[in-house]
């Protein structure tokens, strides 16, 4: 690990002091003892210059990487225009953002409403739901993450983060993911929707089979209920295709987007829906609202970042690199089969499972003794970590990773050895 410098010191105690001292004690468990300070593409700077492979990428966030220079000249040049809507007058990098999201979305999602996260998406999208189909029933799976707000709380899967906090929206059934049977008995005539990931991230990197997306479409269309795909984490390449929900050849009636829509330098969230889903707007065209949702600076910049992934062909790219880092990560599982339970994803949207919390705990230290940074537990799943690099990440940082992992994992079963002879 490197030095702790004495301004890192304080800045460390500051935020100990003064944002989360629990979290700055687990940070510092994992071997992190120094502050960020600079990053371009797959890589982060500390403060002493050290640098860091980033395989967490704001969890999915820095498809593009860090600092992509064609998205940060876009934020310059809108800055210079203006940043902030009046709210009154028409704005162009919004209209042309929705009209470029409605051309490159599956199926028939021609309308975007644009907020600043994916927890905000997902309130909407339970308004939005409601509204539309007058139901109040809402059904989402055991495991899924939509966010911490209320609404986005109530539909995600672990009690953990949700008992303390309620009474929750009401009229939810959680269902086991990945599981038709549970979802043919949850769906009913006063489901408003069905919210699902196509992978998903935090609840530890679950695949839902194909038969299960089409079956949730199918189930949907019988039932009157409407189909909301959350690809905040998994859209715009991350699972080597546009969209997680092709891998089935489904399209939503709503869907969920954030993380990458950033392109790592402005936050954004959106919701996409189609005519039929946007026809309540047509009584209140400010029924729901945000005041920095759909701002010029974050707009341009999300048009930027759709711009970079066609040109650079960044979703070809994911799923090249995926294969790649994938078999890599399997050839490790390979030699320690005892400590590495399974390697799965799609694309760059790789999780790790280990036996037990605890060893996933010492792989982290020793790849962040290695300067690989991946993310540290997924929240609803904390035996699985994760790999998210950027989408453009190079075969050389691949191996680099690769090896970080073995070595990691390595030096973990050893250490194990050591303690149980003793
Ligand atoms: C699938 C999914 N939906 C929603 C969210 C919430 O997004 P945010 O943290 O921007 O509120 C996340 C965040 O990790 C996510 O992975």
Not at 209 to 224: F, H, I, M, P, V
Not at 269 to 282: D, K, S
Not at 342 to 352: A, C, D, S
């Amino acid at each position: 690990m490197s030095e702790t410098s004495l301004d890192d010191a304080q800045i460390i105690a500051d935020f100990s002091a003064h944002v989360n001292p629990a979290l700055a004690q687990v940070l510092q468990f994992i071997g992190f003892t120094s502050t960020e300070a600079q990053a371009s593409g797959c890589i982060v700077r500390d403060s002493t210059g050290r640098e860091f492979l980033d395989c967490l990428g704001g969890y999915g966030t820095m498809s593009l990487g860090h600092s992509h220079p064609k998205i940060v000249e876009a934020a310059k040049d809108q800055l210079d225009k203006m940043a902030f809507s009046s709210r009154v007058l028409f704005n162009a990098p919004q209209a042309a953002l929705a009209k470029k999201l409605a051309e490159i979305a599956p199926g028939d999602l021609q309308f975007a409403f644009f907020c600043n996260s994916g927890a905000e998406a997902a309130e909407a999208a339970i308004k939005f739901a409601r509204i539309t189909t007058g139901r109040k029933g809402l059904v989402s799976a055991q495991g899924a993450y939509h966010g911490k707000t209320m609404g986005a709380l109530s539909v995600s899967g672990r009690d953990k983060y949700k008992t303390p906090f309620g009474p929750l929206v009401t009229d939810v059934r959680n269902v086991p993911y990945n599981d038709i049977a549970a979802l043919e008995a949850a769906v009913d005539a006063d489901t408003a929707a069905v919210l699902l990931e196509p992978i998903q991230g935090e609840g530890g990197i679950n695949v839902a089979s194909n038969e299960y997306l089409q079956a949730a479409r199918r189930l949907c269309d019988e039932k009157g209920a409407l189909l909301v795909m959350d690809e905040v984490q998994t859209g715009l390449g991350r699972t080597g295709k546009m969209w997680g929900c092709d891998w089935a050849g489904v399209a939503p009636d709503m869907m969920l987007l954030a993380k990458a829509l950033s392109g790592g330098v402005v936050p954004i969230g959106a919701v996409l829906g189609t005519p039929r889903v946007w026809e309540f707007w047509n009584d209140a065209p400010l029924i729901h609202s945000s005041t920095f949702g759909g701002n010029p600076l974050a707009c341009a910049v999300g048009l930027a970042t759709l711009g970079v992934i066609e040109e650079e062909n960044l979703v070809e790219k994911s799923a090249r690199a995926g294969e790649i880092l994938l078999s890599r990560l399997r050839e490790t599982q390979g030699r320690y089969p005892e400590l590495v339970q399974e390697v799965r994803g799609r694309g760059l949207i790789i999780g790790v499972e280990f036996p037990h919390e605890d060893i996933t705990s010492l792989v982290l230290a020793g790849l962040a003794q290695r300067d690989v940074l991946v993310v540290p537990y997924t929240f609803n799943n904390p035996t699985v970590t994760r790999f998210e690099p950027p989408l453009n990440i190079s075969d050389q940082e691949i191996e680099w990773a690769a090896t970080a992992f073995e070595e990691a994992v390595a030096a973990t079963a050893e250490l194990l050895v050591g303690v149980t002879e003793m």
